[in-house]
């Protein structure tokens, strides 16, 4: 058996993103592991910001590059890209060169005068990162004080009469039976409500165990954004729930290297913003420009090939799931022609699960953190001495 | 509507891609997709023609695909990716 099956010329819509497109419609840029947080199932690893970065020049160089190629907007991450002194600069560059930019932040430094300000800018729109309906279950994830934090600047955003910008949740364990009092969090602030799936990729998978959704959450999960349809933002997250039933709204589609990348602090070019991995590295921007490495670098390639299910293809829910997260069975050390570790259909029980990849980079702060995750069950790394542990407790992210 | 001038909204640009076109509204910031090279086409051309059915002439739409080509303009107007314009 070959690992690609035939290609056919493409009829569907959709078999034009699984080819690829001639830019991406949905690209990531984290731009720096610079974070002032240390939440515990970040993607990227982030804390401390890489000697490399990306200077100022070569990022208004790589907006010139996303504007010649039409890439109509870009998500920007981190780390925290606000800790970045350019970051105004760069997001008044971008929208001075037709980038629309949505950027993700903890919120901390969205002061009253920057949300006038962002709400007075067309192209530009703002996610706030929150992982809890309530501090409780909030801090232990994101850290001391990032509850108020989130909150503060989507008061601020909301006075500043920004209108649907977005509050964007990682579903967790911990969380899933919050998600009323999230919707009504993003009601009350005039805010579009965007829920994603924890991914065990970064520190993620270092507590993927712990808080990844239990089965009957997933069950209830899926039934939440079957009743609250097209209003709920996903990312296109949750395509593996679509096995339960009817497909949600989206593309149901993995979209990495097709459709989807990340560019990362340093200008590495992964396929998408959960797999940064040296296995996932099509290449960098500073050898070969951006779009060279859309285009030409061999790992798209092949990853517009069309791809076989491998152990999936006799499963009725194939066609529906399309065999889950490249990513999420990748950093569990599943096959990745299996099922997705989350397989609603309970097929990844029978799969034999090798070693977890060992991660080929770390940002993540080596001394104390001011917002430390509040050290309850979960935390990343149980302190091995009071001193790795903050003294204070200080009060201090159709498409889309 | 035929009778109407129309053009492609100020706010949206087209990017073109073998099955058609993608179309970003920077204002609403909604992705929508033109799913037939000759559909944007007519969208490039409305603003050069006093109205919809000069642009289908022109562009070469046969009368036979004219429904179809309608009823896609009606709902490009209806997400305002293509608006009236004003022939004042």
């Not at chain 1, 760069?90 to 930019?101: I, K, N, P, R």
């Not at chain 1, 950093?331 to 570790?341: A, N, Q, V």
Request: aromatic share 8%.
């Amino acid at each position: 058996m070959t690992a690609v099956a035939e290609r056919r010329a493409p009829t569907r819509l959709v078999d034009h993103f699984e080819y690829g497109l001639d830019a991406p419609i949905c690209l990531t840029w984290e731009l720096t592991y610079a974070c002032n947080l240390a939440c515990v199932h970040c993607l990227s690893s982030s804390g401390r910001r890489d000697p490399r970065e990306l200077s100022t020049d070569e990022c208004k160089a790589l907006i010139d590059e996303f504007e010649r190629m039409q890439i109509f907007y870009v998500n920007i991450g981190g780390g925290e890209p606000t800790v970045r002194p350019d970051f105004w600069e760069l997001l008044d560059y971008a929208v001075e060169h037709h980038v629309g930019v949505k950027f993700s932040t903890n919120g901390f430094r969205i002061t009253k005068e920057r949300a006038e300000r962002l709400a007075a800018t067309d192209y530009v729109d703002v996610q706030v990162s929150l992982d809890g309906a309530t501090p409780e279950v909030n801090d232990p994830i994101r850290g001391a004080g990032t509850y108020d934090a989130a909150i503060r600047a989507m008061d601020n955003l909301r006075d500043a009469g920004m209108k649907d910008f977005k509050l964007s949740v990682v579903c967790t364990r911990e969380n899933i039976s919050q998600l009323d009092e999230f919707k009504k969090i993003a009601d009350d602030h005039g805010a579009q409500l965007r829920l994603t799936r924890l991914r065990p990729a970064g520190r993620g998978a270092d507590v993927w165990q712990d808080l990844h959704p239990l089965p009957h959450q997933q069950r209830e999960l899926y039934d939440w954004l079957v009743a609250n349809g097209e209003k709920v933002l996903t990312g296109d997250s949750f395509f593996h729930l679509s096995a339960f039933g009817d497909a949600l709204p989206g593309l149901n589609l993995c979209g990495a290297g097709r459709v989807v990348c990340l560019v990362d602090p340093v200008g590495d070019v992964y396929a998408c913003p959960f797999a940064i991995h040296e296995n996932f590295l099509a290449g960098s921007i500073r050898d070969e420009g951006f779009q060279h490495v859309w285009r030409e670098a061999e790992l798209f390639k092949s990853l517009r090939e069309p791809q076989t299910g491998g152990a999936c293809s006799s499963c009725s829910a194939y066609d529906s799931c399309r065999g889950g997260c490249m990513a999420a069975k990748f950093f569990t050390g599943m096959p990745l022609d299996g099922p997705d570790p989350e397989c609603v259909k309970g097929n990844a029980e029978f799969v034999t699960v090798g070693d977890r990849p060992a991660p080929s980079q770390d940002h993540s702060h080596k001394g104390t953190v001011r917002n430390a995750p509040v050290p309850v069950k979960i935390g990343r790394r149980p302190p091995t001495t009071m001193c790795d542990e903050s003294p204070v407790n200080p009060g201090d992210f159709v498409v889309g | 509507m035929l009778e109407e001038a129309w053009t492609l909204n100020g706010s949206v640009a087209l990017r073109p891609e073998t099955f058609g076109a993608l179309a970003y509204d920077f204002t609403t910031r909604r992705l929508s997709f033109l799913k037939d090279p000759a559909l944007v086409d007519v969208v490039r051309q409305l603003r050069n023609h006093p109205n919809i059915a000069e642009t289908l002439d022109a562009v070469g739409i046969s009368d036979g695909e004219r429904p179809r080509f309608r009823a896609a303009l009606e709902r490009l107007a209806d997400q305002h990716l293509i608006v009236r314009r004003n022939t004042q």
